[in-house]
């Protein structure tokens, strides 16, 4: 597993990027939505995956900090044993 470490601060390009992410999720879930009102459930699903992928991805980095969080905390409980 790769090692985590908690991000205090993002840089200006990495909360651009975040941000683009979070746009492109917003594309993908609306043309989802055309693509299941018109039937095609399929490239729907498809669409709604990728828009699921894309905010995630916006969320990276306080996604990186809860798993820090978690498994600095879960170390500690197996120490103290």
Do not use: D, H
């Not at 975040?18 to 459930?41: D, R």
């Amino acid at each position: 597993m790769p090692r985590l470490t908690y991000k205090k601060k993002i840089s200006f390009g990495e909360a651009i990027s975040s941000v683009c992410f979070f746009g492109i999720g917003v594309v993908w879930l609306s043309k989802g939505l055309e693509f299941f009102a018109a039937g095609e459930t399929f490239r729907a699903f498809g669409l709604f995956l990728c828009a699921l992928i894309s905010f995630a991805a916006s969320v990276r980095f306080t996604i990186q900090n809860t798993l820090y969080k978690l498994f600095l905390s879960s170390e500690e409980n197996e120490n103290k044993k």
